[in-house]
């Protein structure tokens, strides 16, 4: 069963402007105590811009929209909580656990509990070396296949950022960058990949977000905002810690949902704590993006 915390169902019901936001992020993406005051803080940087944060997760089988302080606590406290793609959903649901939803499953709730504007810190794609893991993340399946605007920093720097753009491409995203035309990097703001368009502004996302529903196209837009030039990483210092880290992952046969939270952890530490903060001013950033847009939306 999916439940919409009442504060959600009374923002929609007089249409006021409402962002979702994932809860990987509270329990995979960083350690406690981190992970709940980042999911705080973003919660925070939505209000502070006139919109309603719904961050959403799995609690006893449920689908929540909308998560209080008290679940996020819990969410972030909680071990071995199950990561959940589109594929996990029947078996969570029928055996009432927690699920941590991922870009996928947050856009599969988001459309279903009616919020457009989804925020996230980077989206999943194509792995390196996919020739022989054949890793692709669900994420950019259900980006073809669902009626949700994507506000990230890019797909994050772990991944092959040519293939995971021209897999896009193939299967229909517009992917467009936030007054830039270059594909963000994550740690890095341009990763020198052309993007579709660049948009002026929250107004000008929200007329294409708005004609694409109109005429009934199906699929997410991604919109891609830079990470602010004081937060960004050195280029060459994440490239190579990424690969010592995809390394290791190899060596230690880190396989499937392991991967990304392995790769993530090793390059903080690789990097003495850079990329952690630098991962928390970015989704920050995206956040405020991401209530604009909803805003702006609203008004049309």
Known sequence: MVKIAPHIQKALAENKPVVALESTIISHGMPYPDNVKTALLVEAAVREMGAIPATIGIIDGDGI??????QIEAFGKRPNIKKASRRDLPLIYAQKLWGATTVATTMILAEQAG?????TGGIGGVHRYVEETMDVSADLEELA???VTVVCAGAKAILDLPKTLQYLETK??????????????????DSGLLLDYALKDEEDAARIIHTKRLHQ??????????IPTQ????????DQAIEQALLEAKQQNVIGYEVTPFLLRRVGELTKGASLSSNIAL??????VGARIAKALKKL
């Open 65 to 70: 929209i909308g998560m209080s302080e008290e």
């Open 172 to 189: 229909g995203v517009p992917v467009y960058g936030f007054q830039t035309d270059k594909l963000p990097a994550f740690y890095v703001p």
């Open 115 to 119: 919020i457009e504007v989804f925020v």
């Open 283 to 288: 989704i920050l950033n995206n956040a405020r």
């Open 231 to 238: 937060y960004a990483l050195d280029a060459n210092m994440m």
């Open 217 to 226: 196209l199906k699929g997410a837009i991604l919109i891609a905002v830079p």
């Open 145 to 147: 296949r669902t009626d």
